[in-house]
């Protein structure tokens, strides 16, 4: 069963800053793409960032381009979202999934519980 468990959330004023952990675990588990969504209410879910295993290829919505940065620790099974420069639009519920297939939206089928992030102005 893979399990993936989003931390680091909360509450900071805007220009701050934030850094999200996912710890991912499953005894067969081996994503070959992982990435963090978000969802504002009633906004559309959005894909920010996306980190392919192959070479760490990564690739980020326009929306948060230049101020987030997604990496990953192999060894430690973790995923990171660095946030800087955060502005009230990024306050949304931040959560982190993983593909085994590509990195296409759809290839998706695990994610974690989610972690909320807000930034006040």
């Known amino acids: 069963q893979v399990q993936l468990v989003e931390s680091g959330g909360g509450s900071v004023q805007s220009g701050g800053s934030l850094r999200l952990s996912c710890s991912t675990s499953g005894d067969t ?3 070959n ?3 963090w969504f978000r969802q504002a209410p009633g ?3 959005e894909r920010i960032a996306y980190i392919a295993s192959f070479r760490g290829v990564t690739d980020y919505a326009d929306s948060v381009k230049g101020r987030f940065t997604i990496s990953r620790d192999n060894a430690q099974n973790m995923m990171f979202l660095q946030m ?3 502005k009230p639009e990024d306050t949304a519920a931040y959560s982190c999934e993983a593909s085994t297939a ?3 939206r759809s290839d998706f ?3 974690g519980q989610g972690t909320q992030v807000t930034v006040s102005s």
Do not use: D, I, T, V
């Open 33 to 35: 793409c992982m990435a």
């Open 29 to 31: 588990y081996r994503p």
């Open 43 to 45: 906004k559309e879910r």
């Open 84 to 86: 800087n420069s955060l």
């Open 109 to 111: 089928s695990y994610w």
């Open 102 to 104: 590509g990195c296409h």
